[in-house]
């Protein structure tokens, strides 16, 4: 992580933050309310505030968040093709 | 193609005890395999080690892991999301614990989980902060100063060594769960209480980190 990064998050630091538990409870729904009604309209500020303090949480989210995209608009690739894309 | 079910359906199906199980539970492998070599796709760099057949296994037991976990987990499942968009998570998961594994094998973290002299220095200055004044040059140094001091007096000594691997070093979360014998949970604490204090100490010393960020950030 970068000095920049660290201390955004320093600054960014609460008392009270949910776990990693907690997050990956969250994150199925908060993925499909963000694709159905947009981002600006979710008030989920706990899980928000983790996936920006933890970058395997935000990472597995965005994996989520792209994949569901992509099945919605029937272009997720299936097993055969996507087995096509490792070298 | 595999046919949609409703999230009733998948876990009738899935708690079934004929043929409507075998079936439930192959179509939901197929797509959590789907998710694995979906992330797999897209993180081949973690790989470089391993031929394709050896990546492909992978991808094969992280499915089987992922199954294996969804199933024992049905009863967490509370409906407000698609059954799938829920079970994706698992396999995700797994996918991104074995990628890091396998990015990260081999290399001893027991090495990079000290702070040397120079640690906290050289990682500063990989960012190459602009210092237009010596005035910033001053203050950069002081913060270096603080948090060198917090970190040496102020954290415990699980707090350092994971603030050292994860912060200074960029070890994976779940390379540090592994090396330590912990789990997430417990290391997203330890590395929330050691910010917590680094914040403290700043503003106990007269840094507020929001000015650092704008003063350190000018004329970049």
């Keep these: 992580m970068n000095s920049k990064s660290f201390l955004q998050n320093i600054h960014n630091t609460r008392d009270e933050e949910i776990s990693c538990s907690e997050c990956f409870d969250l994150t199925s729904q908060f993925v499909e309310r963000e ?7 979710i008030k989920m500020p706990h899980l928000r505030q983790h996936l920006n303090q933890c970058s ?22 299936e097993v055969d093709n996507l087995k096509n ?3 | 193609m595999t046919s949609p079910r409703t ?55 992280c499915a089987q892991e992922a199954l294996i976990a969804v199933m024992n987990h049905t009863s967490d499942f509370r409906g407000d999301s698609k059954f799938t968009t829920w079970a994706y998570k698992f396999a995700i998961n797994k996918a991104l614990m074995a990628a890091r594994h396998e990015s990260w094998k081999g290399i001893s973290l027991d090495e990079l989980s000290s702070l040397s002299n120079h640690t906290l220095v050289e990682w500063v200055l990989r960012d190459k902060w602009p210092v ?15 948090m060198r001091d917090v970190i040496e007096h102020e954290l415990t000594d699980k707090q350092r060594r994971v603030l050292i691997m994860m912060v200074f070093n960029e070890v994976p979360m ?45 004329s970049r």
């Design chain 1, 56 to 77: 395997s949480c935000r990472e597995e989210y965005e994996t989520l968040r792209d994949l569901v995209r992509l099945e919605n608009e029937g272009e997720i690739l």
């Design chain 2, 174 to 218: 779940d390379e540090v769960v592994r090396h330590l014998g912990t789990n997430r949970n417990a290391i997203y604490k330890m590395l929330h209480d050691a910010r917590r204090k680094l914040k403290n100490g700043l503003q106990a010393r007269g840094f507020e980190v929001a000015e650092m960020l704008v003063l350190f950030s000018i």
């Design chain 1, 85 to 87: 894309l490792i070298p």
């Design chain 1, 35 to 41: 694709l159905t009604i947009g981002d600006h309209e």
């Design chain 2, 132 to 146: 237009s004044s010596s005035d910033q040059s001053m203050m950069q140094a002081e913060v270096i100063e603080v």
């Design chain 2, 7 to 61: 999230n009733e359906e998948w876990l009738n199906d899935l708690r079934a005890s004929d043929g409507t199980q075998d079936a439930a539970i192959g179509d939901l492998r197929n797509l959590l395999f789907r998710a694995v070599l979906f992330f797999f796709s897209r993180n081949l760099d973690e790989f470089r080690g391993l031929a394709r057949d050896e990546i492909l296994q992978l991808a094969e037991d």
